[in-house]
């Protein structure tokens, strides 16, 4: 294989079996990598920072009347002769996030580059946000789940609902999804526009909130072809071939962006964001991102759509 | 055949391929190369592009034109070129004679000639003509009716040029037979340079043959060979004749002189005048030699013409001297035989006599086969004495007496002419007559051209009766007429008499320079009878000589074909050179004649193609058949694909340059791997590791093992200069710096003694490493393993070994160590330079382990007294635990770098000692128990 050739790696088309050998092997490692892409991002991260109901202690605060007496804290009030005090704990709500990630050959896509796979990619980032939710309490699943779980296993939960998935599984259409979760999607979107934008209009009427992560390969990115060169794809049998390939490349960067605008017009919303993570770039960049989005206190959710506008290039 | 170029095709037809090159050329031009394929996810977003730049991209030009040159590569190595070509054609139908001159004139250019013809019955194959092959030196014995052209050319293998002149006009009457069979459809004739004049004949009768038919005649453009006709020994030198064909020949070249071992005697230059043709050459070559040189030949001239072999008739010959009494052996200086002696060695090998009796003498004479016997004054000859001398002059010797006092006394039959009683002085007291000059030589005799000495007076001589025939028989005679020499015919040899004494009692002509030209020209006459053969003698009693060795076309010596008769020994110097009897020598090995291809009478001379006719086409020998193109061609259209397919890898971005830089390489490798097979070869230089050997070997260098452990490395290098200086000051032995080895990497066998210190600590030695000690130790080298604790070890047992003895244990593990002993009081290392006991180091106590002296290595061994051992050979390691580096080491200024343990006094004094005495025994080996043997040798010699 030569290398300044972009190449495929592992397998699109009819191969289902291969394809979900070549899944369920590339999970456990995925899984391993995204604990540690998680932790590093964890660092930073400090719960609610509001009083509810919750496990970790938040503050003690005097004792007002007509509470419960159940409520006071009597250990700490012993050490005060006149208060009372209660023990309020930091609020945690579990928050809901439904992950997807694309499955389809496109994504199975890995030029020189790169070291991994656009799936694989994806599922890392799937995989790392799935561990920072899940330590932090949220709910999470997979599209098409019927309950989302609360679990510090929900990794590999995550982990074998994938590999019981039927290969080239299209999104399922998320009957789960209700107000006020979130929605993430890690896909290259190179599918017809039309599709997707239905599913957001939904998404968009439920009132969740979706964020749209365009896992791309650099190749795609920047076209580097030269000369004769015969492009073909990997999910239909068309081919396409340039004569000389660098004449190519303006117009399909301005493609490209034309198709990026119309992504993030389809997913203009108040909270939604639309991404471009490149496979070359480092995952926790991007995690770090989306988890600033995520963990973003509704109000200034209900701000506007700022994060789109910074944060369209991590 | 193209006209201005030596280029043929054997398939024409094929070239039309090349039409088609402007085709292909259009093909190329519209296919475009076959674009890179890569997989692109977003080709949706490329699809909706519009198409731009749908113009097919075209090949590049020099592809295109690399393209079509392979295809006419290709088109051309299918036509099947060949490089320069058979240029004679073959012109008429029916059979084909192919008639070839295989005479010695062929010889030098035959593998041309044989190329030649075996061209044209190749074009005789393929055009399937029946052929007749016709060497003409072979005679007409052969068949002659048509066969096909490939037993023609199995026929052609065993023609070969023969060392006579065809006869050719022998072979005329069986040609016309065979053309009455089978008229020929077409002539070639491969025709040789020269000849000897005889080809009118058969020139003319080939072209009456050959009536309407196509006649080729080929001539080579090489010159004939040069004849040797004539080799000649006049006494002081050999003196050779050189005949040449026409003045265009050669004229400068070089005559050799080989004896029967084909050993080169001498060699000499020669050259014709401008325009002469014959051409003459002397050799100065030493007596000694003369009688062996066997052959002259022209130096390289492959042809017999230029070979001339010599028979013992050319030799020099053996004379016999016979004396008459006892008393000349009392003066030998004045005795006969000595003034004859004297003449006679310069060119005759001079034979003593057997016996005192004349009769025993002659006869044994006789029979060893002496060309001359001379009979100095020997008086009456008995019959049988007679007779024996009768038939040796009948085999052709010489018998050359000398008159004297008995023979002047004495009746004697064996006289060439009758002479009278007694003896004339000339000048006498009770003569008148002045001693007598010297006459002239008669005109008839051998001595005609030898200058005629004015000096030489005769006093006395014998007279001859005066006879009707005297003067016929008379070779040399006085002023006044008196015949001196007188000589007679006997059978094949001749009677001479002198008729004064050999010595100069009666004349001072034995000691004139006339004499031994006289006496050599008389001995040359005779020729030694052969010796008695056992083939069948004729009827006349001549003797049947078989061939020996005869000679190729090539001049060389080879055995005698069964075709080739034997010659009578009285023919031999009638015979010429021809089929039946071809040059080369006739006899038995101790006796033989030579038959010579020329002698000064053989005619010479070109050969004239003129009678042959003007319905001749003449063509040229040529020497190579063409080479063929087709390989030549189809490897280069391999190269070109080759380049094609990465200029392809290359077009579409399949090969980067760095994966392109090997396959160029390993391709131009390739190309010029084939191309230039004969690479010139590597100048030798001297590699810096020669150097390093050299540096080595310039100085006896005592060597050590390094440890890696700096410490002991220093003080092992320190302690061996010490022992360097030490051994300077004392002995002999000025070793150079201490070499501090690897054994793992560095030559060993440089060194005599290595020094090893084991270090316990540092790595163990692999087994490789071992193993080139134990080869270093097996091809003669010594090792000194100091394990360097005594200080340390437990004195005891194995149970109780230090770390340093178990890591020697180890080394030695893989090893195959004789059997060891401490050192015994009789080994010649306690004797080597110093008288020692013990072998002190640092410390002191440890026994130094040699080699056991087993019984087998002393068979003297017996337990009586010897003061040393006989230590045949060195022990191939020494093994202590004294520490003798410690002991030895010190620095620049001379202080010792370590304390004694325990520092007795004597003890630094006597590790040196010990030092000298192991280095001593390991140059020196046993040399020193023989040196305490001397006492004992010198008394068994008995002094």
Redesign the interface.
Known sequence: M???????IGSFGPQDLAGARTLAAALPDLMVDARQVASTVTAGWHGRRRPGVGEDFWQFRPFLSGEAMRMVDWRRSARDDTTLYVRERELENAHTVWLWTDLSP??Q?RSAYSGET?RDRGLLLMFALCELLARAGERVGLIGERLPVASRHAVERLAQRLVTLPQDAARPAGDSIRRWHDVVIFS?F?A?IAELEADLDRLRAIGARVHLIQVF?P??ETFP????????????R?R?????AE??RQ??LD??AA?RTELREVARAPGWSFIVHRTDRSAAELLLSLHGRLSAAPAALAGGDQPDREGDRP | MIAWLPLAFSAPWALLGLAALPAIWWLLRVT??R????????????????R??????RMPWWLVLLRLLIAALIILAMAGPIWRPNPIALTGTGPLWLVIDNGFAAAPDWDARKTTAETILEAADAADRPVVLIATADGPQKDFTAATAATALRKLEAVAPRAWFPDRSELLPALGEAAAVRAPGEIAYVAEPAGNGSAQAWFSGLSHLAGQIPLLVIDGTRPAPLALIRVVQDGTGVAASLRRVSVSSLSTGALRLLDRKGRVLDEKGFSFAPGALDATTRFDIPLELKNDVARAEIAGQSSASGVQLLDESWRRRTVGILTGANFDRIQPLIAPDYFLSKALQPFADVRPAATQSVADAIKAYVDEGVAALVLADVGKLTDAEVAVANSFMTDGGVLIRFSGPRLAAADDPLVPVPLRRGDRILGGSLSWEKPQHLGPFAESGPFFDVPVPDDVTVDRQVLAEPSLDLNEHTWASLADGTPLVTARRVGAGWLVLFHVTADTRWSNLPISGAFVDMLRRAVALGHGKAAPTNTATKPQGETLLPPLTVLDGYGRLGPAPSAVHGLASGSVDKTRASRQTPPGLYGSDDSFRAVNLFTPETPYVPLDLGPIGANVRTGQLWTDSGAALTPGLLAAAFFALLVDGLLILW????L?RRRAAPVVTALALLFFGLASPFAPPAQAEMAPADQAIIEALAKTRLAYVKTGDTTIDETTRAGLWALSQYLASRSSLEPGEPAAVDPARDDLSLYPLLYWPIDATSAAPSTDTMARVEAFMKSGGTVLFDTRDQMTALPGGAGAASPEQLRLRDMLSSMDIPPLEPVPADHVLTKSFYLLNNFPGRYDGSPLWVEASTAEDDPMADGSARPVRSGDGVSPLIITGNDFAGGWAADENGSFLYPLVPGTAMQRDYAFRAGVNIVMYVLTGNYKSDQVHIPALLERLGQ
């Open positions: 030569d290398e300044t050739a972009p190449a495929l496109s994504m896509f656009k290259d190179l017809p390969d190749v795609e072809f030269e000369g004769r060169t015969e492009f073909r794809a990997p999910e239909f068309e396409l071939t340039a004569g000389r004449a190519w117009d399909y493609r490209l198709h | 475009p190369p674009p890179s394929t890569v997989v692109f996810p977003p080709l949706r977003l490329l699809l909706d592009i519009r731009i730049d749908e113009t097919p991209s077009l579409t971005g399949r980067s």
